[in-house]
């Protein structure tokens, strides 16, 4: 079965540069949401997005933006990056009350 | 402030016998609840779920049971095998709000 497809799965940045993730939701679901993780940490939620609309925030910096497209993708940009930022980015999406999240993406800020 | 708690950062299970994991949540407008298996540098990987309308739910080796009275839901993998170990989050939403909150984690080695 088709998963969520995340892009890059790797990506190293230096401070103050600027990053995009990308996440391909699993077909005909209409909700994604991300989600970061650092070191020892649980998942914590950034944004989510319900038919290219933003559904809900939790604790994204203003550094962070991200969108839906109109084919249910969805890019996180994160500017201005601080070595702070270095984590595990998750995409995860749904149809219903299930999430199903991607393999992730590791950023590392040098 | 946590509000979904998984007070045994560890669990370690002979192989055959059965894990419990548990999971406390403090805000009772919480009404669906789901169960991740984690590996290191992978996704979460969805296991299980319950509404609030349940009490338990069950799928092959995995049952999550749910005392809303409590705040507390605990997920028990029956037999243990040594695949599953891993970190185990639990994950609790609310009506209307398009995230979940993810508990810290519980290990869990299963000993051959």
């Known amino acids: 079965a088709a998963g969520v497809i995340q892009s890059p799965r790797h990506l190293i940045k230096e401070k103050r540069e600027t990053a995009t993730l990308k996440c391909y939701p699993i077909p005909r679901h209409d909700t994604v949401y991300w989600y970061q993780q650092g070191p020892g940490q649980d998942p914590q939620f950034l944004i989510s997005f319900y038919e290219k609309m933003q559904s809900d925030k939790g604790s994204i910096p203003d550094r962070f933006s991200a969108q839906q497209f109109s084919d249910y993708h969805s890019e996180l940009n994160m500017s201005s990056l601080e070595l702070g930022d270095s984590a595990l980015y998750f995409c995860a999406s749904s149809s219903s009350y299930e999430q199903y999240f991607g393999p992730g993406t590791r950023l590392t800020v040098t | 402030d946590q509000q979904v708690k998984q007070n045994s950062p560890s669990l370690s299970v002979q192989e055959g016998r059965i894990s419990i994991l548990n999971c406390d949540y403090t805000?009772?407008?919480?009404?669906?609840f789901l169960w991740y298996k984690k590996y290191p540098a992978e996704g979460p990987t969805f296991l299980i779920s319950?509404?609030?309308?349940?009490d338990k739910n069950e799928d092959g080796r995995f049952t999550v049971f749910l005392n809303k009275s409590a705040k507390h839901l605990s997920l028990h993998i029956v037999p243990s095998q040594p695949g599953d170990s891993a970190v185990y989050f639990c994950a609790a939403g609310k009506p209307g709000a398009y995230k979940y909150i993810f508990g810290t984690g519980t290990r869990l080695k299963v000993l051959a």
């Open positions: 805000n009772s407008m919480f009404d669906y």
């Open positions: 319950i509404s609030s309308i349940k």
